[in-house]
C-alpha cells in the first residue's frame, strides 16, 4: 500500500514540477545569453541592464525553489484535508503509510530541487573554466570527506544537508495538520503555521544554544586539560562538534514530533469541509 | 442474518455542540436501509464516524465485529455528500486508483456502467458537467463489492432523470449480502427501494423499523409518517 | 410495463398483485419463465428483497413455481389461472355493486344501466 501511494502520487505531483524546473532551465539560458549579448559576466561590461538580468532570473531561480516547497505542501493539503480526503482518508491505508508514501515524494523533489537550483545557477553565471574546476575539484572535496583527518563537523553538517529535506517535508505536513484544525481559510492557516513553526524552531534553537553553549564550550576545554594538549584550533573544533549535534538533535526531535502531530491529527482530529 | 454494525451509546461532540447523542443502533446484512432525518440532524456525523473520518466522544461503534480502521475501510464503500475527485485527472485513473487500493473493486463492471452512459474513460474530471461527476463518483463506489455501502444524500439536488439513474444503479448493483445505507432527507423518492428505516433527529434516533410494518400496521407511506414525526 | 405502487401500502403485495395481474391476462403465458428477480426489481425501481418476497407470495399461491437452479415458471395449469381470472373478475364486480348501493342503484337498476350503456356503445 505503502509503494501504491507513493506511485499515484509521485504521478500527481511530476508533471507540473517537471514542466516548472524545465521552464526555470530555459530561462537560465535565456537570461544567460541575454547577458552574454550585453557583453556581461564574460565580456566584463557589466552593465546596468546586465545585472539586473541576472537578478531577476536569481529571482526566477528562487522563486521555483519556494514554489517547489509550497507545491508539496499544496499536494498533502489539498489531497488529505479537502474534499479529496473525503477518498484518502477512507482508502485502506494506515496515517504512516499515508505520510510516508506521499513524504517521499515530497522528500525526492525537493532534494531534486536543491540540485536543480544549483545546476541552475552555472549555467546562469559559471564560465567553461568554472565548471571544469569544479568537475575536477568535486572527486576531491568526495574524497577528502572519507579522510581520517576530517573534523567529525562535516560529517554533521553533511548529515544534516542529507536530513535536511525530510524535516522540512515533515514541517509542512505538520503544518498542514495544524491549517486543517482551523475552521475556515486553512490554507492560509497553514502558511501561516509553517512561519509560526518555523519562527519559535529558531527561538527555541537560540535559547538551547545559549544555554548549552558556554557549557559546551566548558567541556570541551575541560577534556583538553585532561588530555594536556593545549591548542586553540581543537577545542574550538570541538565546540563546534558538539553544537552540531546538538542542532541535529534538535532537527531530529523537532521532526519526529511533527511525524506525531500529523499522524494524531490524521487519526483522530480530521476536520474536512 | 448477521449484524454488519453496531453502535453503542455513540455520542458525538463538536465543542459545545451535540451531533450525536448516546445512540444505540443495529442494522443487520442483506438490507437497503434509509437513514431519514431533516438537515443537520445526524446523518453526516454518523455516516462520517462509520467511515472513520470522525473519532466518536463516547461510546462504541463496530461493523462488522472491528472498530473503524484499516479493516473497516476494506468492507466499507462510501460515497460523500461532496465530489472529490481531482479535476485534473481521468475517468481511466480513478479506474485504476481504486482498482489498486480495493480488493473488491469490479473494473469490468465499473467500464460497463461508464459505457452504458457513454462516459469516454479517457476524459478529464474537468471536462464532465457537475452532474457526470456526481455519476462517475456513484459508479466508483457502486462497483465495489463491499459489505456496507454508505451513500450521503445521494439524489440530493439532482433532476428527476438522474435521480431514476442513481436509484437504478444502487439497485442494479446491490449483492443480497450487503447491507445499503442511504441518507436523504427526500424520502419520497427513495421508500420503494427501502427494507427498513431509521428516524434521526436532534442526534437521537427516533425510530428504527421496516418499512412495511409501517404500511401494515399504520397504513402510512414512509414519508407520511416521517412528516408526522417531525412535524413543526 | 409501468409500475405505479402506492407507498402507503406494502410494496411486494402490491408488486405480487401486479404480476398476478400479468399473468392471468396472458401477458405471462403458462409455461414460461419469469424474468429474474434482479431484472424485475430494476423494471419495478425496487429493492431485489422487496422482489424476492413478492416472488414468495406467488408461489405460495400456487401461480409460479421455482427450479432449483434455473429460474421461476408460470404455472401450467391453464384451470387455475382461469379461477384465479374469475375471482379477481367477482371481486371486482362485487366491490363496483357496492359502490353502485351506495349511490343509491338497485343491482336491478345497475344491470340495465350496463345493458343500456353497451347498446350506446355498439350502435
Same mark, same amino acid.
Given at each position: 500500500?505503502?509503494?501504491?501511494?507513493?506511485?499515484?502520487?509521485?504521478?500527481?505531483?511530476?508533471?507540473?514540477?517537471?514542466?516548472?524546473?524545465?521552464?526555470?532551465?530555459?530561462?537560465?539560458?535565456?537570461?544567460?545569453?541575454?547577458?552574454?549579448?550585453?557583453?556581461?559576466?564574460?565580456?566584463?561590461?557589466?552593465?546596468?541592464?546586465?545585472?539586473?538580468?541576472?537578478?531577476?532570473?536569481?529571482?526566477?531561480?528562487?522563486?521555483?525553489?519556494?514554489?517547489?516547497?509550497?507545491?508539496?505542501?499544496?499536494?498533502?493539503?489539498?489531497?488529505?484535508?479537502?474534499?479529496?480526503?473525503?477518498?484518502?482518508? &477512507?482508502?485502506?491505508?494506515?496515517?504512516?503509510?499515508?505520510?510516508?508514501?506521499?513524504?517521499?515524494?515530497?522528500?525526492?523533489?525537493?532534494?531534486?530541487?536543491?540540485?536543480?537550483? /544549483?545546476?541552475? #545557477?552555472?549555467? #546562469?553565471?559559471?564560465?567553461?573554466? $568554472?565548471?571544469?574546476?569544479?568537475?575536477?575539484?568535486?572527486?576531491?572535496?568526495?574524497?577528502?570527506?572519507?579522510?581520517?583527518?576530517?573534523?567529525?563537523?562535516?560529517?554533521?553538517?553533511?548529515?544534516?544537508?542529507? #536530513? &535536511?529535506?525530510?524535516?522540512? &517535508?515533515?514541517?509542512?505536513?505538520?503544518?498542514?495538520?495544524?491549517?486543517?484544525?482551523?475552521?475556515?481559510?486553512?490554507?492560509?492557516?497553514?502558511?501561516?503555521?509553517?512561519?509560526?513553526?518555523?519562527?519559535?524552531?529558531?527561538?527555541?534553537?537560540?535559547?538551547?544554544?545559549?544555554?548549552?553553549?558556554?557549557?559546551?564550550?566548558?567541556? &570541551?576545554?575541560?577534556?583538553?586539560?585532561?588530555?594536556?594538549?593545549?591548542?586553540?584550533?581543537?577545542?574550538?573544533?570541538?565546540?563546534?562538534? #558538539?553544537?552540531?549535534?546538538?542542532?541535529?538533535?534538535?532537527?531530529?526531535?523537532?521532526? /519526529?514530533?511533527?511525524?506525531?502531530?500529523?499522524?494524531?491529527?490524521?487519526?483522530?482530529?480530521?476536520?474536512?469541509? | 442474518? =448477521?449484524?454488519?454494525?453496531?453502535?453503542?451509546?455513540?455520542?458525538?461532540?463538536?465543542?459545545?455542540?451535540?451531533?450525536? $447523542?448516546?445512540?444505540?443502533?443495529?442494522?443487520?446484512?442483506?438490507?437497503?436501509?434509509?437513514?431519514?432525518? *431533516?438537515?443537520?440532524?445526524?446523518? =453526516?456525523?454518523?455516516?462520517?464516524?462509520?467511515?472513520?473520518? !470522525?473519532? *466518536?466522544?463516547?461510546?462504541?461503534?463496530?461493523?462488522?465485529?472491528?472498530?473503524?480502521?484499516?479493516?473497516?475501510?476494506?468492507?466499507?464503500?462510501?460515497? *460523500?455528500?461532496?465530489?472529490?475527485?481531482?479535476?485534473?485527472?481521468?475517468?481511466?485513473?480513478?479506474?485504476?486508483?481504486?482498482?489498486?487500493?480495493?480488493?473488491?473493486?469490479?473494473?469490468?463492471?465499473?467500464?460497463?456502467?461508464?459505457?452504458?452512459?457513454?462516459?469516454?474513460?479517457?476524459?478529464?474530471?474537468?471536462?464532465?458537467?457537475?452532474?457526470?461527476?456526481?455519476?462517475?463518483?456513484?459508479?466508483?463506489?457502486?462497483?465495489?463489492?463491499?459489505?456496507?455501502?454508505?451513500?450521503?444524500?445521494?439524489?440530493?439536488?439532482?433532476? *428527476?432523470?438522474?435521480?431514476?439513474? +442513481?436509484?437504478?444503479?444502487?439497485?442494479?448493483?446491490?449483492?443480497?449480502?450487503?447491507?445499503?445505507?442511504?441518507?436523504?432527507?427526500? +424520502?419520497?423518492?427513495?421508500?420503494?427501494?427501502?427494507?427498513?428505516?431509521?428516524?434521526?433527529?436532534?442526534?437521537?434516533?427516533? !425510530?428504527?423499523?421496516?418499512?412495511?410494518?409501517?404500511?401494515?400496521?399504520?397504513?402510512?407511506?414512509?414519508?407520511?409518517?416521517?412528516?408526522?414525526?417531525?412535524?413543526? | 410495463?409501468?409500475?405505479?405502487?402506492?407507498?402507503?401500502?406494502?410494496?411486494?403485495?402490491?408488486?405480487?398483485?401486479?404480476?398476478? !395481474?400479468?399473468?392471468?391476462?396472458?401477458?405471462?403465458?403458462?409455461?414460461?419463465?419469469?424474468?429474474?428477480?434482479?431484472?424485475?426489481?430494476?423494471?419495478?425501481? /425496487?429493492?431485489?428483497?422487496?422482489?424476492?418476497?413478492?416472488?414468495?407470495?406467488?408461489?405460495?399461491?400456487?401461480?409460479?413455481?421455482?427450479?432449483?437452479? =434455473?429460474?421461476?415458471?408460470?404455472?401450467?395449469?391453464?384451470?387455475?389461472?382461469?379461477?384465479?381470472?374469475?375471482?379477481?373478475?367477482?371481486?371486482?364486480?362485487?366491490?363496483? !355493486?357496492?359502490?353502485? =348501493?351506495?349511490?343509491?342503484?338497485?343491482?336491478?337498476?345497475?344491470?340495465?344501466?350496463?345493458?343500456?350503456?353497451?347498446?350506446?356503445?355498439?350502435?
Amino acid at each position: 500500500m505503502l509503494k501504491k501511494i507513493f506511485k499515484y502520487e509521485w504521478k500527481t505531483i511530476c508533471p507540473l514540477l517537471l514542466a516548472v524546473h524545465g521552464v526555470g532551465l530555459v530561462i537560465a539560458v535565456i537570461c544567460r545569453i541575454g547577458i552574454r549579448l550585453m557583453d556581461g559576466l564574460d565580456g566584463n561590461d557589466n552593465s546596468l541592464m546586465a545585472i539586473l538580468l541576472m537578478m531577476a532570473a536569481v529571482m526566477a531561480i528562487g522563486c521555483i525553489v519556494a514554489y517547489t516547497y509550497f507545491y508539496t505542501g499544496y499536494r498533502f493539503y489539498k489531497s488529505v484535508f479537502t474534499q479529496q480526503g473525503y477518498l484518502t482518508n &477512507t482508502l485502506p491505508v494506515t496515517a504512516d503509510q499515508l505520510i510516508w508514501g506521499k513524504g517521499f515524494t515530497a522528500v525526492i523533489w525537493v532534494s531534486l530541487n536543491f540540485l536543480w537550483a /544549483v545546476i541552475a #545557477l552555472i549555467i #546562469l553565471i559559471a564560465s567553461p573554466s $568554472d565548471v571544469s574546476e569544479i568537475l575536477h575539484e568535486l572527486p576531491k572535496a568526495i574524497a577528502s570527506l572519507f579522510s581520517r583527518d576530517t573534523p567529525a563537523f562535516v560529517w554533521l553538517a553533511v548529515l544534516s544537508t542529507l #536530513l &535536511t529535506p525530510f524535516s522540512m &517535508t515533515i514541517q509542512i505536513y505538520a503544518s498542514a495538520a495544524i491549517g486543517n484544525l482551523f475552521m475556515g481559510h486553512k490554507l492560509l492557516a497553514t502558511i501561516g503555521s509553517f512561519f509560526g513553526i518555523s519562527f519559535i524552531q529558531q527561538i527555541l534553537g537560540l535559547v538551547i544554544l545559549a544555554i548549552c553553549g558556554p557549557h559546551l564550550t566548558r567541556i &570541551t576545554y575541560q577534556a583538553q586539560e585532561i588530555e594536556g594538549n593545549i591548542s586553540y584550533y581543537t577545542p574550538v573544533l570541538n565546540t563546534m562538534n #558538539l553544537m552540531m549535534i546538538l542542532t541535529l538533535a534538535f532537527s531530529v526531535i523537532c521532526a /519526529v514530533g511533527f511525524y506525531f502531530l500529523c499522524r494524531y491529527v490524521l487519526d483522530h482530529k480530521l476536520n474536512l469541509e | 442474518m =448477521s449484524t454488519i454494525l453496531q453502535c453503542e451509546n455513540l455520542s458525538k461532540r463538536y465543542g459545545a455542540r451535540t451531533a450525536l $447523542d448516546n445512540i444505540s443502533l443495529k442494522l443487520d446484512s442483506g438490507r437497503i436501509i434509509g437513514l431519514l432525518g *431533516p438537515n443537520g440532524s445526524g446523518k =453526516s456525523t454518523l455516516i462520517k464516524l462509520i467511515n472513520d473520518l !470522525l473519532s *466518536p466522544t463516547a461510546g462504541t461503534l463496530l461493523i462488522d465485529g472491528h472498530a473503524p480502521g484499516l479493516e473497516t475501510k476494506k468492507i466499507v464503500s462510501y460515497l *460523500p455528500e461532496r465530489t472529490y475527485l481531482d479535476e485534473n485527472l481521468k475517468v481511466s485513473s480513478y479506474i485504476s486508483y481504486f482498482a489498486d487500493f480495493y480488493g473488491d473493486f469490479d473494473t469490468s463492471r465499473a467500464l460497463d456502467m461508464l459505457q452504458r452512459l457513454d462516459i469516454d474513460p479517457d476524459l478529464r474530471i474537468k471536462t464532465l458537467s457537475k452532474g457526470t461527476q456526481e455519476k462517475v463518483q456513484l459508479i466508483l463506489v457502486m462497483s465495489r463489492r463491499a459489505r456496507l455501502y454508505c451513500l450521503d444524500e445521494p439524489i440530493a439536488g439532482v433532476d *428527476p432523470a438522474a435521480r431514476d439513474y +442513481i436509484l437504478s444503479t444502487i439497485i442494479n448493483n446491490y449483492d443480497e449480502n450487503a447491507t445499503i445505507l442511504i441518507s436523504t432527507h427526500l +424520502i419520497s423518492d427513495v421508500e420503494n427501494i427501502l427494507d427498513e428505516v431509521v428516524f434521526i433527529q436532534n442526534g437521537h434516533i427516533r !425510530l428504527q423499523a421496516q418499512v412495511d410494518d409501517i404500511r401494515c400496521n399504520q397504513g402510512n407511506s414512509i414519508d407520511g409518517l416521517f412528516r408526522e414525526v417531525f412535524k413543526c | 410495463m409501468t409500475w405505479i405502487l402506492d407507498p402507503s401500502r406494502p410494496i411486494y403485495a402490491q408488486i405480487a398483485e401486479l404480476v398476478r !395481474l400479468d399473468i392471468i391476462s396472458g401477458l405471462y403465458q403458462p409455461g414460461t419463465k419469469l424474468p429474474s428477480v434482479r431484472e424485475l426489481a430494476a423494471q419495478a425501481k /425496487v429493492n431485489p428483497n422487496t422482489m424476492q418476497k413478492a416472488l414468495t407470495e406467488l408461489e405460495r399461491s400456487g401461480l409460479v413455481h421455482s427450479m432449483r437452479t =434455473s429460474g421461476r415458471f408460470i404455472t401450467e395449469d391453464i384451470d387455475m389461472i382461469q379461477k384465479m381470472k374469475e375471482n379477481l373478475a367477482t371481486d371486482q364486480i362485487r366491490g363496483f !355493486l357496492e359502490k353502485m =348501493s351506495s349511490m343509491g342503484f338497485q343491482p336491478q337498476d345497475t344491470l340495465k344501466l350496463i345493458e343500456k350503456i353497451l347498446k350506446e356503445e355498439q350502435s
